[in-house]
């Protein structure tokens, strides 16, 4: 989990915020708003959605695969699932589809 917060406040959370609720600094001067990390969408998501997501970035998300390994990846994405998701901020429940 320490390098995967480590990894997460350097290239994440100027965007997602340090919580993970998408109040970064410069994630506050975007048009829209980034994903909040711990609302029950994103939890609802699988870990291979976070890791690709990163990996290939997504319509305003730049890609990290060139900036963090495969590993580092996964790294930040138990980070959101083990820390940020768990902690107090996440929503109580994930709704069931």
């Given at each position: 989990?320490?390098?995967?917060?480590?990894?997460?406040?350097?290239?994440?959370?100027?965007?997602?915020?340090?919580?993970?609720?998408?109040?970064?600094?410069?994630?506050?001067?975007?048009?829209?708003?980034?994903?909040?990390?711990?609302?029950?969408?994103?939890?609802?998501?699988?870990?291979?959605?976070?890791?690709?997501?990163?990996?290939?970035?997504?319509?305003?998300?730049?890609?990290?695969?060139?900036?963090?390994t495969a590993s580092e990846r996964w790294d930040v994405t138990n980070y959101i699932r083990n820390v940020l998701q768990k902690?107090?901020?996440?929503?109580?429940?994930?709704?069931?589809?």
């Amino acid at each position: 989990a320490e390098r995967g917060n480590k990894l997460y406040q350097i290239y994440c959370a100027t965007c997602h915020g340090k919580t993970g609720q998408g109040d970064g600094l410069v994630g506050a001067k975007l048009l829209l708003k980034p994903y909040d990390l711990t609302a029950a969408q994103t939890r609802g998501r699988t870990d291979g959605f976070i890791w690709g997501y990163m990996t290939f970035g997504g319509a305003l998300m730049p890609s990290y695969a060139n900036d963090l390994t495969a590993s580092e990846r996964w790294d930040v994405t138990n980070y959101i699932r083990n820390v940020l998701q768990k902690s107090g901020h996440a929503e109580a429940s994930v709704q069931p589809k």
